[in-house]
Structures are given as structure tokens and as C-alpha cells.
């Protein structure tokens, strides 16, 4: 018995070796991370009743064999027959019957007789009729029945349920419902686990550090400019460094320098200032390495944006200006992870020859225009512009867009309670739901270094809490009139709120028209 336990701990073991090892190498198979791929919602699908079946599995056969206990038969002294007392041996041939235990070659195993009964003719010793309770051991030919238990070289049997089966079949149940069990887990932490821990944005910073066109002056400006911009990226973005330059052709002309992280702001802007200059410029290298970091394993999705900023000096790619290529290269790899990445390009005194190409360059990879720059304040503000200004812009958009329809409820509402429409009213209040732009509300508070950044979290945070108290007031006015109160008091300070809300939402809108023309081309 022991052994056999510690050959299955040691299987166990073995099995969370090869499993573990497996992930480590080769990551969350792609089935799992695609929230559309059918494999992954048919293991959840399953996972359910699997759970059902291993807890009737487990609770069923305990209440089965307490069932049984309280219902045992009664014991030979209840019954007012006498105990077995004694045990002697005997030969002869008749029946066995083995009791719990495995048959090991010849065996000599345990019988008791019946009260009562005739001896066996030819048996070494006599049974006198007041032996007949005594417990005798014999050897010889005969049938063997087996309870619970495996005979060498036969069918092994075993239960599941309380229905035997061979074990064979029995394993290959319990094998199937812990697959179930262990897909469906792994699929709900991906699912609803690992997601509350992702990062806001994901950006990586493909940079330029090949010597084609290496003027000293401009590679330095352009390191500068990128710690700068950097350095006002949001407390929940995770960032990372890639670069490209090298010999065409070899595995080393793109590099990841530093990985994803929330806190590697100052990682990148050490391993930017210490990178060296060399070799021929692989954007297009760079490019389908970058994607790659977005499917790598274990890579998690970001709640609102995965994006890639592109900073060259150069247009062309040294080695293959195939955009076709990289724009397959880019489709494959991005299907293949379920990711959505968006690409950005910044040219730093790129020649009036290559700028053509990097355009196409960028319409391969379903970019926007790139930003041309040509001095150190154009490209200081091009990056701080993709890197934390247009950012605050998307999540202030969402937040007002989730405000506003809760804005108009109100006011209906409250038009309601004053036509006498209480019915309406109520209704309409029923409708309302709580702003749930958290995530929005969360990366504008991350991104809170930058003045206007700090205004205009301030601005949405005060119309959140001016609209809680909005619907409380108007709660009231409808409690009001249905009382048959007069509410004039309250109309006025809801109607006074209002006004207030509308002054806060075109002051923010006027921000935030004024940070849009601090992008690119504007003024």
C-alpha cells in the first residue's frame, strides 16, 4: 500500500514538473489567451459539470458508506451466536473466499463455515459441531472470490460511484474530469484574474541606434527627448525598450533592452543613454520584433491601449524595404495573439528621400501619417504628445461620452416631476446607472504630472461627484411631489447644480480643445 502511494505522488510530482517546465519555455498556449477561440470555450463550457461530477464523486460514496453503516447487520453476539475465538489449520479442497487482501502465488487464506454446517470430507482435522464457530485456515484448489481488491494476472476492478468498473475505464474518467477541472481554471484566472492586474497602456519605444545617418548632435537630442517624455508617462503604463540597428541579416540587429513594466521608467531612460550606435538601419527588423513582444508568453493585454512608438532616423530600411512583407508579418502575428496594437511614427531629420517610404512604411502597418520633425523642441513635443497628451485626451473623451447620457436622464427626469408625469419620473430613475468609466477615472489620475493633466482630472472628478448628487436631488423632488409637498426650494438648487455641471463640462471641453492644438500642426 505505501509503495504504491508514493509511486503516485511521485507520478504527481512529475507531472507538475513537465507541466510547469512546459509553460516556462513555451508560455499559455494561444487557444487561452484568444477569448474567441473555440478549444477555450469548451473548456469553460466544461468545466462546470465537471466541477458537479467531482463533488458527487467525492461526496456521494462518504454518505453511501454511512448509509451502509447505520445499516450494517447485526453482530453474531446480537444475533446470539457465538464469537470466532480461535483460529487452526486444515487441508483440504472447497471454497475460498479472500477478504480484502491480494493473492500472492499459493496462499494460504481464511475460511469460516457456516453454523451449522458439515465438515469437509478428507480435512486433517475433524470439526466437532461445537467448533463450528472457530475461524480455520486451509490450502487447496478451488474457486476465489475477491472483494475490492486486484488479482494478480486478472481484470482489475474498482469503483467510481459506487459502480464497478474496470480501472482502466475508472482512470480514464478521473483523468478527463481533472483536465476539465485544471482547463477550466487556468481559462478563469486568464479571463477574469490575470486582466485586473493589467497594465492601463502598453507601449514599447522602438528606437533608432544605427549608424546610418548617425549625426552625434541628433542621436543625443533624440535619447533626451525620449527620458523627457518618459519621464510623464502614467503611474499604470507599462513600458518598454526595444531597438534596432546592427548587420542585416543577423539575430542581433534588434533587441528588446528593457522589458514591460509599470516602474521601468528609469530602466529606459539608463539603458537608452548607455546603448551604443552601430550598423545599418533594420527598421523593418525592429518593427516585426516589436510586434513579437506584444504575443510573447505570458503577455498580458492592456485595458485600454497596446501601442508601439516608432523614433528613426531614417525612413528606409537598409536591408528589406518589402512594407508588404511587413505588413503580413504584422496582420499574422497580431491574429495570432487576439492582441490589438496601434503604431505611431516619429522621423527625426529623416531626408525629404525616405520620408515617402516611411509614410508607406506606416500605412502598412495601419498608422496614422508619421510626425516629422526636424529640431529637438519638435520632437520633444511629438513625443510628449503620443506619450501622455493623447492619452488624457482619449480617456477624457470617454468619461464625458459616459457623463452626458446620465446628464440628459436627470434633466428629463426632473421635467417630469414638474409636468406631473411622476410615472415618467420614476422610470427614468430607475434607468440611471453610476458612471463606470473607472478605468478611464484611473488613467487620468495616473497621468496627473503635467498641469493641464492635473486640470483636467480635477474637471472630471468634480463632474462625477456633481452628477451623484444630482440624482439624489432629483430622487428627492420625485418623493416630494408624491407626498404632495411643494418642492419649489429644491427645483431651484437642483436647477442651480445644473447650471454649474454644464459651466464645468465647456470648461473642460475648452482644455481640452486647447491641449488638441499642442499636437502636431498645431499652435
Given at each position: 500500500?505505501?509503495?504504491?502511494?508514493?509511486?503516485r505522488v511521485g507520478l504527481v510530482v512529475l507531472l507538475?514538473?513537465?507541466?510547469?517546465?512546459?509553460?516556462?519555455?513555451?508560455?499559455?498556449?494561444?487557444?487561452?489567451?484568444?477569448?474567441?477561440?473555440?478549444?477555450?470555450?469548451?473548456?469553460?463550457?466544461?468545466?462546470?459539470?465537471?466541477?458537479?461530477?467531482?463533488?458527487?464523486?467525492?461526496?456521494?460514496?462518504?454518505?453511501?458508506?454511512?448509509?451502509?453503516?447505520?445499516?450494517?447487520?447485526?453482530?453474531?453476539a446480537e444475533e446470539g451466536m457465538p464469537a470466532a475465538?480461535?483460529?487452526?489449520?486444515?487441508?483440504?479442497?472447497?471454497?475460498?473466499?479472500?477478504?480484502?487482501?491480494?493473492?500472492?502465488?499459493?496462499?494460504?487464506?481464511?475460511?469460516?463455515?457456516?453454523?451449522?454446517?458439515?465438515?469437509?470430507?478428507?480435512?486433517?482435522?475433524?470439526?466437532?459441531?461445537?467448533?463450528?464457530?472457530?475461524?480455520?485456515?486451509?490450502?487447496?484448489?478451488?474457486?476465489?472470490?475477491?472483494?475490492?481488491?486486484?488479482?494478480?494476472?486478472?481484470?482489475?476492478?474498482?469503483?467510481?460511484?459506487?459502480?464497478?468498473?474496470?480501472?482502466?475505464?475508472?482512470?480514464?474518467?478521473?483523468?478527463?474530469?481533472?483536465?476539465?477541472?485544471?482547463?477550466?481554471?487556468?481559462?478563469?484566472?486568464?479571463?477574469?484574474?490575470?486582466?485586473?492586474?493589467?497594465?492601463?497602456?502598453?507601449?514599447?519605444?522602438?528606437?533608432?541606434?544605427?549608424?546610418?545617418?548617425?549625426?552625434?548632435?541628433?542621436?543625443?537630442?533624440?535619447?533626451?527627448?525620449?527620458?523627457?517624455?518618459?519621464?510623464?508617462?502614467?503611474?499604470?503604463?507599462?513600458?518598454?525598450?526595444?531597438?534596432?540597428?546592427?548587420?542585416?541579416?543577423?539575430?542581433?540587429?534588434?533587441?528588446?533592452?528593457?522589458?514591460?513594466?509599470?516602474?521601468?521608467?528609469?530602466?529606459?531612460?539608463?539603458?537608452?543613454?548607455?546603448?551604443?550606435?552601430?550598423?545599418?538601419?533594420?527598421?523593418?527588423?525592429?518593427?516585426?520584433?516589436?510586434?513579437?513582444?506584444?504575443?510573447?508568453?505570458?503577455?498580458?493585454?492592456?485595458?485600454?491601449?497596446?501601442?508601439?512608438?516608432?523614433?528613426?532616423?531614417?525612413?528606409?530600411?537598409?536591408?528589406?524595404?518589402?512594407?508588404?512583407?511587413?505588413?503580413?508579418?504584422?496582420?499574422?502575428?497580431?491574429?495570432?495573439?487576439?492582441?490589438?496594437?496601434?503604431?505611431?511614427?516619429?522621423?527625426?531629420?529623416?531626408?525629404?528621400?525616405?520620408?515617402?517610404?516611411?509614410?508607406?512604411?506606416?500605412?502598412?502597418?495601419?498608422?496614422?501619417?508619421?510626425?516629422?520633425?526636424?529640431?529637438?523642441?519638435?520632437?520633444?513635443?511629438?513625443?510628449?504628445?503620443?506619450?501622455?497628451?493623447?492619452?488624457?485626451?482619449?480617456?477624457?473623451?470617454?468619461?464625458?461620452?459616459?457623463?452626458?447620457?446620465?446628464?440628459?436622464?436627470?434633466?428629463?427626469?426632473?421635467?417630469?416631476?414638474?409636468?406631473?408625469?411622476?410615472?415618467?419620473?420614476?422610470?427614468?430613475?430607475?434607468?440611471?446607472?453610476?458612471?463606470?468609466?473607472?478605468?478611464?477615472?484611473?488613467?487620468?489620475?495616473?497621468?496627473?504630472?503635467?498641469?493641464?493633466?492635473?486640470?483636467?482630472?480635477?474637471?472630471?472628478?468634480?463632474?462625477?461627484?456633481?452628477?451623484?448628487?444630482?440624482?439624489?436631488?432629483?430622487?428627492?423632488?420625485?418623493?416630494?411631489?408624491?407626498?404632495?409637498?411643494?418642492?419649489?426650494?429644491?427645483?431651484?438648487?437642483?436647477?442651480?447644480?445644473?447650471?454649474?455641471?454644464?459651466?464645468?463640462?465647456?470648461?473642460?471641453?475648452?482644455?481640452?480643445?486647447?491641449?488638441?492644438?499642442?499636437?502636431?500642426?498645431?499652435?
Open positions: 500500500m505505501a509503495r504504491t502511494t508514493w509511486w507538475v514538473v513537465v507541466l510547469v517546465s512546459w509553460l516556462v519555455g513555451y508560455g499559455v498556449p494561444d487557444w487561452m489567451l484568444a477569448n474567441q477561440h473555440p478549444v477555450r470555450n469548451v473548456l469553460e463550457a466544461l468545466s462546470w459539470p465537471a466541477s458537479v461530477l467531482a463533488f458527487l464523486w467525492v461526496a456521494v460514496p462518504s454518505v453511501l458508506n454511512w448509509m451502509r453503516r447505520s445499516n450494517s447487520e447485526r453482530t453474531p475465538i480461535a483460529l487452526r489449520s486444515h487441508h483440504g479442497s472447497g471454497v475460498t473466499i479472500q477478504a480484502g487482501r491480494d493473492i500472492r502465488g499459493k496462499t494460504v487464506l481464511t475460511s469460516v463455515p457456516s453454523p451449522g454446517s458439515e465438515p469437509v470430507p478428507g480435512e486433517s482435522d475433524v470439526l466437532h459441531p461445537e467448533e463450528t464457530s472457530e475461524l480455520r485456515s486451509h490450502t487447496g484448489s478451488g474457486a476465489t472470490i475477491q472483494a475490492r481488491r486486484d488479482i494478480r494476472g486478472g481484470i482489475r476492478m474498482g469503483t467510481f460511484l459506487s459502480i464497478p468498473m474496470p480501472r482502466s475505464v475508472r482512470n480514464l474518467i478521473i483523468v478527463v474530469l481533472v483536465a476539465a477541472l485544471v482547463g477550466g481554471a487556468v481559462a478563469a484566472v486568464v479571463t477574469w484574474v490575470l486582466p485586473e492586474f493589467a497594465p492601463t497602456y502598453k507601449t514599447e519605444f522602438l528606437v533608432d541606434l544605427s549608424a546610418t545617418g548617425a549625426d552625434p548632435s541628433a542621436v543625443a537630442e533624440s535619447r533626451d527627448s525620449l527620458r523627457k517624455a518618459i519621464g510623464n508617462t502614467g503611474d499604470d503604463d507599462a513600458v518598454a525598450l526595444r531597438t534596432f540597428g546592427g548587420q542585416c541579416g543577423s539575430d542581433g540587429n534588434t533587441d528588446q533592452v528593457v522589458g514591460f513594466g509599470t516602474g521601468h521608467r528609469d530602466d529606459i531612460g539608463t539603458a537608452i543613454g548607455g546603448a551604443a550606435v552601430s550598423g545599418a538601419a533594420t527598421l523593418v527588423r525592429g518593427l516585426i520584433g516589436a510586434t513579437e513582444d506584444f504575443s510573447a508568453p505570458f503577455s498580458q493585454n492592456a485595458k485600454q491601449v497596446n501601442r508601439i512608438v516608432v523614433v528613426t532616423r531614417n525612413g528606409a530600411d537598409a536591408c528589406d524595404d518589402d512594407t508588404g512583407y511587413v505588413q503580413r508579418e504584422i496582420r499574422d502575428r497580431l491574429a495570432s495573439s487576439g492582441l490589438a496594437v496601434e503604431f505611431r511614427f516619429v522621423g527625426y531629420r529623416v531626408a525629404d528621400k525616405d520620408q515617402p517610404v516611411l509614410d508607406r512604411l506606416a500605412e502598412s502597418a495601419s498608422a496614422p501619417p508619421p510626425v516629422l520633425t526636424q529640431d529637438a523642441a519638435q520632437l520633444q513635443a511629438a513625443l510628449d504628445w503620443i506619450t501622455n497628451v493623447e492619452p488624457v485626451l482619449r480617456s477624457a473623451h470617454d468619461v464625458v461620452d459616459t457623463l452626458n447620457p446620465v446628464a440628459k436622464q436627470l434633466n428629463d427626469a426632473a421635467q417630469s416631476v414638474v409636468d406631473g408625469r411622476l410615472d415618467v419620473a420614476e422610470r427614468a430613475l430607475a434607468t440611471i446607472k453610476p458612471a463606470t468609466a473607472d478605468t478611464e477615472f484611473a488613467n487620468l489620475a495616473s497621468r496627473a504630472k503635467t498641469p493641464d493633466a492635473v486640470e483636467v482630472n480635477n474637471h472630471a472628478v468634480s463632474l462625477r461627484d456633481r452628477q451623484k448628487s444630482a440624482v439624489s436631488a432629483v430622487r428627492t423632488l420625485l418623493d416630494l411631489a408624491k407626498a404632495g409637498k411643494p418642492f419649489g426650494a429644491e427645483l431651484a438648487a437642483f436647477r442651480h447644480d445644473a447650471d454649474l455641471y454644464n459651466s464645468e463640462v465647456d470648461t473642460l471641453n475648452k482644455l481640452l480643445a486647447r491641449m488638441r492644438a499642442s499636437g502636431p500642426g498645431g499652435h
